[in-house]
């Protein structure tokens, strides 16, 4: 059986962030039951948590970042998953590759050559587009510090500019990236009182694939070079597992990195700070980096020239059908509501159809 407490301690952290808005906390009781499900919480323990995710904690430090979906609460042993697909409501329209997140009760969806921004509620299942659309097509789009942001996008001209969103309308709230790019893998991840956002590959004004990899602090509003990656990712995706960053492109390949030497401060971050492993070769091409129960997973793809409905996953090095999803599909979208809960949303052959995969045992 998994280690409850590392995670139940992380999850409480969590759960009485002063920075969590109304939205997010009336969803947090659903993270809250996956928990329960999932690690086999005491009773006792369970409503404890439930008690502290009604309230807000008073006077903790304002600096606390926004809990990222994408992130799981602590690093955990590989295990091979039991999962269950299921069907939901359909997409306003077919979403091949793009870029999506959540904020924990919402989760936004922007297209590949599309400007257009889809938000779905995981509580009532129903769509629709969000008023503002992305400032450029192929963005990258991330929720972190309370925040949506868009970063890059733009195929002929791509931009360097990472703008978030304030209402009905985007500002410049941070510098440019040293690299602009359109369609990078963007990931957050809180360390400490800040916040991270990863900017990965992408491509740049020649239609090339770029290998630059950036990392924005997002207190300091500060950018750092990291270690570029050692070749190029076709329209990457990238996940974070713990205390480790994953991201694979379409042709088979992928790298992980450790961010235990993030400083949960200011302080400046050397390029060297990371370094990059190749994960073992992956058994499909066309796939989408996914994550469930602290694991690595690669959803969809392409096999043997037809698209395909297997969720694979990373366990002791190496990669194992765990799941069938409902429908087969390549270049999907792929976001998290919880640890134990994730969307996947149209692809090739898929459409617009949309699946929910959950974690059973």
Not at 8 to 24: A, F, G, H
Not at 94 to 121: I, K, N, Q, V, W
Not at 203 to 210: C, K, Q
């Amino acid at each position: 059986m998994m280690c409850v407490e590392p995670i139940t301690v992380k999850l409480r952290q969590r759960l009485t962030s002063p920075l969590l808005q109304e939205e997010q906390l009336q969803s947090s009781e659903a993270l809250v039951a996956d928990f329960q499900h999932c690690l086999q919480i005491k009773d006792s323990e369970f409503e404890t948590l439930k008690r502290k995710t009604s309230s807000k904690a008073d006077g903790a430090d304002s600096a606390t970042p926004t809990v990222m979906p994408q992130s799981t609460p602590s690093p955990m042993r590989s295990r091979k998953l039991t999962v269950q697909c299921r069907t939901k409501e359909t997409a306003p329209q077919r979403m091949l590759r793009g870029s999506a997140t959540s904020d924990g009760r919402f989760a936004y969806f922007t297209p590949h050559e599309s400007r257009s921004m889809y938000r779905y509620e995981w509580r009532t299942g129903k769509w629709d587009e969000v008023v503002s659309s992305c400032p450029a097509h192929d963005s990258g789009i991330v929720f972190g510090d309370n925040e949506l942001i868009s970063v890059g996008g733009g195929a002929l001209f791509p931009t360097s500019k990472v703008l978030s969103l304030k209402g009905k309308g985007w500002e410049d709230k941070y510098p440019p990236m040293n690299t602009a790019r359109y369609s990078p893998a963007v990931v957050a991840t809180p360390e400490g009182n800040y916040m991270y956002i990863f900017v990965i590959g992408g491509y740049t004004g020649n239609g090339r694939s770029t290998t630059a990899v950036e990392l924005l602090q997002v207190k300091t509003r500060k950018w750092y070079r990291l270690v570029n990656l050692p070749q190029p990712l076709t329209a990457p995706s990238a996940v974070v597992c713990g205390d480790t960053l994953h991201v694979i492109g379409y042709e088979a390949q992928g790298y992980s990195c450790s961010l235990r030497a993030l400083p949960p401060s200011d302080q400046p971050i050397p390029p060297q700070l990371i370094s990059w492993t190749p994960l073992p070769p992956l058994p499909v091409t066309h796939s989408t980096a996914g994550t469930l129960g602290g694991q690595l997973l690669l959803v969809g793809g392409r096999k043997a020239s037809s698209p395909t409905n297997s969720i694979h996953q990373l366990v002791d090095g190496e990669w194992v059908e765990i799941a069938s999803m409902i429908g087969e599909r390549e270049k999907c979208l792929v976001v998290n509501i919880s640890p134990f809960k994730m969307l996947i949303v149209s692809g090739v052959k898929a459409w617009n159809n949309v699946e929910e995969c959950v974690v059973t045992m």
